[in-house]
């Protein structure tokens, strides 16, 4: 979708926590905003257990869909502006991820980039 997102390695659609990367600050509540050509859908974030990481859950990715993913935080009143997160100990902004179909049983996902 997004020239200006990092490309994620492709995941299977049968997962049911995605998890994003990590942020500085896990005391603030955040949105994990993900956006594609006709649409754009907010899920509370949450912290991962004992880790600065963020995951989402309870969503419904399409398979062969790009998806653009970032991370906003609640506290500011534009989910335009984007806070920036850690993936595979890079920096990043935005991620663009698409989804493969899988019968695997997966609970959990984490994006890694594509080299």
Same mark, same amino acid.
């Given at each position: 979708m997004s020239c200006n997102c990092n490309k994620a390695q492709p995941l299977p659609s049968c997962i049911?926590?995605?998890?994003? +990367?990590?942020?500085?600050?896990?005391?603030?509540d955040y949105y994990v905003v993900v956006k594609t050509a006709? +649409?754009?859908w907010l899920y509370d974030?949450?912290?991962?257990?004992?880790?600065s990481l963020l995951a989402i859950e309870d969503f419904n990715f399409r398979i062969g869909h790009?998806?653009?993913?970032?991370?906003?935080n609640k506290a500011d009143s534009n989910i335009?502006?984007? %806070?920036?997160?850690?993936?595979? +100990? &890079?920096t990043v902004q935005c991620v663009s991820v698409e989804f493969y179909q899988s019968d695997a049983?997966?609970?959990? &996902?984490?994006? %890694?980039?594509?080299?």
């Open positions: 049911t926590t995605l998890i994003i +990367g990590g942020v500085a600050d896990t005391s603030e006709s +649409g754009t974030a949450f912290v991962v257990y004992a880790t790009i998806y653009d993913i970032y991370i906003s335009e502006i984007k %806070t920036d997160f850690t993936v595979d +100990g &890079q049983s997966l609970n959990s &996902q984490t994006l %890694t980039l594509q080299p």
